[in-house]
């Protein structure tokens, strides 16, 4: 008998045995779970394939430099390919080698030479460094991506490792912070913590300094209850941006599902992702994490081999139905990752309860969540994914959070996303921008998304937190450049100012930029203090971008997805103007939480309660009288009241609310408005 092996050199030797004589140490293994498992005797390795003909596990030295020896996976069960070392270890560095046909024009990309990713690989070493041999076809070639390169992309390519998953959490608790209570944080791992005073130099940039005692406590300071934490699964930097001296420092560019991001880790094990996750647990604030599992880093066909383009092109992505050598591209980024097969969402739903059991991350954002819901024939809020997570015992208990719209046709769904899902709501954002700015007609615009966009969200028992209330987020400007520019400044991104959205609806106030003038400075902080104001006291699920809270100015950039530097980064450098916007954004989230009328799930619909004899909202002219069709109509119309009565019917139950009664005077013109206090019952004077 011979067996065929492949030597450290990368070249196949023989090795004769007579037959009944070969031992070996690999052993059939197991098929589930999927990925590299220690059982505390072995490491058992499972990878799904549909269509590859061998599956080659690449052992690699404690270095990740030398490949010690490849060994073929054993056993093919229900498309899966596994096999059992008795001898490997946590710690143990590896890839895969897939072989099957390069066939690009029928979706099929395989190139043994090209060592991939495990797509459940739980951790990754070493950095993905940017070579013509990651690609599996030859850069240059007459044929594109028709040809086929032969060049090992192994010392290019980061290692998968095995891990030993065992973490004592302690006394750390579960937390289920209820809606209602819920304020968002949203955030950057390494942006946050890169300039902040009381974090160490060492741990800057990472879960540890994330979880630094004056960060968490600041943030409990502030009022928060959640922080979102922008995608911290291990991301790809794009070549394109290295060429011109940037970073990928957004980090949407997924290359594995199930790992922390290596360079957010001051430490080699991913339990410093869990220690981060107990502290803020420990301090009662929730952990949310902005995920993206509607593309990853391998681009269209012209994008490098590093995982699943690999493993199995025609699986994994969405292809065109008609020339499968091209990819359908509904992200914007080349691929859109294929939920429709079942192998792929078993993945992606593997991957959320890897994080949500054994991180104990409390819910998740999802990037261009539309995608999540495609079906062949477009959205489907019934679609596979979306069903998937409402019926699961673990992540149905989680946030579960959309962006609702991506690139592709049929791709705004604001409102559409089913029962037990919140949704980011850009019409908050859009029309409360445009109503402080001073456009006129914006009333009934104004009304609708201060009491939690009932049009949109207020049908199926939904509720009013499904609303995800935000006026600015980590993509446009912040809240101080929102008031300082009129027009996008990105020109440090490298593409001439044209990348960014070119309508902000925002108002420079008469300088665009930095300015001495007090008075136009007086008058930006005003806007903020408006915006942050209105963003709070809206019925809803209130997101605040962090650094918003006293001022943080990004320059004008819009877009700041590559800048990993100053412009990127929170300034901690607050001046008087930011410790007083700090102190109002501390009063305005306790006002929040003080009056329960503003956390009311129950969707306000100023109708008269019958049976009550009341209305949940009062909208009123400023001298108190109720508004009218006309006033609604009045298209200079730039100032209103509203009553928020606590006494009205809180739940499905007929019964008084014993809330207190809310008046807001709000006046977006730039005249001084009188307002007359309404008679409330129950109120001291009126």
């Given at each position: 008998?011979?067996?065929?092996?492949?030597?450290?050199?990368?070249?196949?030797?023989?090795?004769?045995?007579?037959?009944?004589?070969?031992?070996?140490?690999?052993?059939?293994?197991?098929?589930?779970?999927?990925?590299?498992?220690?059982?505390?005797?072995?490491?058992?390795?499972?990878?799904?394939?549909?269509?590859?003909?061998?599956?080659?596990?690449?052992?690699?030295?404690?270095?990740?430099?030398?490949?010690?020896?490849?060994?073929?996976?054993?056993?093919?069960?229900?498309?899966?390919?596994?096999?059992?070392?008795?001898?490997?270890?946590?710690?143990?560095?590896?890839?895969?080698?897939?072989?099957?046909?390069?066939?690009?024009?029928?979706?099929?990309?395989?190139?043994?030479?090209?060592?991939?990713?495990?797509?459940?690989?739980?951790?990754?070493?070493?950095?993905?460094?940017?070579?013509?041999?990651?690609?599996?076809?030859?850069?240059?070639?007459?044929?594109?991506?028709?040809?086929?390169?032969?060049?090992?992309?192994?010392?290019?390519?980061?290692?998968?490792?095995?891990?030993?998953?065992?973490?004592?959490?302690?006394?750390?608790?579960?937390?289920?912070?209820?809606?209602?209570?819920?304020?968002i944080y949203e955030t950057h791992v390494r942006g946050y913590t890169m300039r902040h005073p009381s974090v160490p130099e060492a741990l800057r940039g990472t879960f540890s300094g994330l979880a630094v005692p004056e960060v968490i406590d600041y943030l409990v300071d502030l009022g928060v209850s959640s922080l979102e934490l922008m995608p911290i699964h291990a991301f790809a930097d794009?070549?394109?941006?290295?060429?011109?001296?940037?970073?990928?420092?957004?980090?949407?560019?997924?290359?594995?599902?199930?790992?922390?991001?290596?360079?957010?880790?001051?430490?080699?094990?991913?339990?410093?992702?869990?220690?981060?996750?107990?502290?803020?647990?420990?301090?009662?604030?929730?952990?949310?994490?902005?995920?993206?599992?509607?593309?990853?880093?391998?681009?269209?066909?012209?994008?490098?081999?590093?995982?699943?383009?690999?493993?199995?092109?025609?699986?994994?992505?969405?292809?065109?139905?008609?020339?499968?050598?091209?990819?359908?591209?509904?992200?914007?980024?080349g691929n859109t990752l294929n939920l429709s097969h079942p192998r792929v969402l078993q993945m992606v739903t593997d991957?959320?309860?890897?994080?949500?059991?054994?991180?104990?991350?409390?819910?998740?954002?999802?990037?261009?969540?539309?995608?999540?819901?495609?079906?062949?024939?477009?959205?489907?809020?019934?679609?596979?994914?979306?069903?998937?997570?409402?019926?699961?015992?673990?992540?149905?208990?989680c946030k579960l959070i959309a962006e609702p719209w991506d690139c592709g046709p049929g791709g705004y769904q604001v409102g559409k996303f089913p029962p037990g899902w919140a949704e980011?709501?850009?019409?908050?954002?859009?029309?409360?921008?445009?109503?402080?700015?001073?456009?006129?007609?914006?009333?009934?615009?104004?009304?609708?998304?201060?009491?939690?966009?009932?049009?949109?969200?207020?049908?199926?028992?939904?509720?009013?937190?499904?609303?995800?209330?935000?006026?600015?987020?980590?993509?446009?400007?912040?809240?101080?450049?929102?008031v300082s520019y009129n027009n996008k400044h990105n020109e440090a991104n490298g593409e001439d100012n044209k990348d960014g959205h070119d309508d902000n609806v925002s108002w420079n106030h008469g300088v665009e930029g930095e300015t001495d003038d007090a008075g136009i400075r007086e008058l930006r902080m005003r806007q903020m203090r408006n915006l942050l104001a209105t963003l709070m006291l809206s019925q809803g699920t209130p997101m605040l971008l962090a650094g918003d809270e006293f001022g943080r100015t990004q320059g004008g950039n819009n877009n700041a997805y590559c800048q990993d530097g100053n412009i990127g980064w929170v300034d901690w450098n607050l001046s008087d103007e930011g410790r007083g916007l700090l102190a109002f954004t501390r009063q305005l989230i306790r006002l929040r939480r003080q009056y329960p009328i503003l956390e009311r799930g129950r969707f306000m619909t100023g109708k008269l309660d019958e049976n009550l004899g009341i209305k949940d909202v009062a909208w009123l002219t400023p001298g108190a009288e109720e508004m009218t069709v006309d006033h609604w109509h009045d298209e200079e119309a730039k100032a209103i009241g509203v009553v928020l009565n606590g006494h009205a019917q809180p739940t499905g139950i007929c019964r008084f609310g014993s809330d207190v009664t809310v008046f807001l005077a709000l006046n977006a013109s730039d005249q001084d408005v009188d307002f007359v206090l309404p008679d409330v019952p129950g109120g001291a004077s009126g």
């Open positions: 008998m011979t067996d065929m092996r492949w030597g450290r050199d990368g070249t196949m030797g023989q090795v004769v045995q007579e037959a009944g004589t070969m031992q070996s140490r690999i052993r059939e293994g197991l098929p589930y779970p999927l990925g590299a498992t220690w059982d505390g005797l072995g490491v058992n390795f499972s990878l799904f394939s549909a269509n590859a003909t061998r599956v080659e596990l690449c052992l690699f030295d404690e270095s990740g430099q030398e490949e010690l020896e490849r060994v073929v996976l054993p056993e093919y069960t229900d498309e899966i390919w596994h096999g059992y070392l008795p001898d490997a270890r946590p710690g143990q560095l590896y890839g895969y080698r897939v072989h099957g046909p390069y066939d690009p024009e029928s979706g099929h990309r395989f190139n043994h030479h090209k060592l991939l990713i495990d797509p459940y690989a739980k951790q990754l070493v070493g950095e993905l460094i940017w070579d013509d041999a990651l690609y599996g076809y030859t850069i240059g070639h007459e044929d594109g991506d028709l040809s086929f390169d032969e060049r090992d992309s192994a010392p290019f390519m980061p290692r998968c490792r095995v891990i030993d998953p065992a973490f004592t959490w302690g006394r750390s608790t579960e937390i289920r912070v209820p809606w209602s209570d819920t304020v794009d070549r394109h941006l290295q060429e011109k001296g940037l970073h990928n420092y957004w980090g949407y560019n997924t290359l594995a599902f199930f790992v922390p991001h290596p360079n957010y880790m001051s430490t080699e094990t991913v339990s410093e992702f869990k220690q981060m996750v107990a502290r803020y647990h420990a301090a009662g604030i929730e952990v949310l994490l902005d995920v993206v599992y509607n593309h990853t880093a391998e681009g269209n066909e012209m994008g490098p081999t590093l995982s699943f383009k690999g493993i199995d092109n025609a699986s994994y992505y969405r292809l065109m139905p008609e020339e499968p050598r091209f990819y359908i591209n509904d992200t914007g980024t991957s959320l309860r890897y994080w949500a059991d054994e991180m104990r991350v409390d819910g998740f954002r999802f990037d261009l969540a539309t995608i999540l819901g495609r079906e062949a024939d477009g959205f489907d809020e019934g679609g596979g994914f979306l069903d998937s997570c409402r019926q699961d015992p673990l992540l149905s208990q980011w709501n850009d019409r908050f954002r859009d029309d409360m921008r445009a109503f402080w700015r001073g456009d006129e007609g914006r009333l009934p615009a104004f009304a609708n998304r201060l009491t939690a966009s009932a049009d949109l969200f207020n049908h199926r028992g939904r509720k009013a937190f499904s609303s995800i209330n935000f006026i600015t987020a980590h993509d446009g400007f912040t809240l101080r450049d929102l």
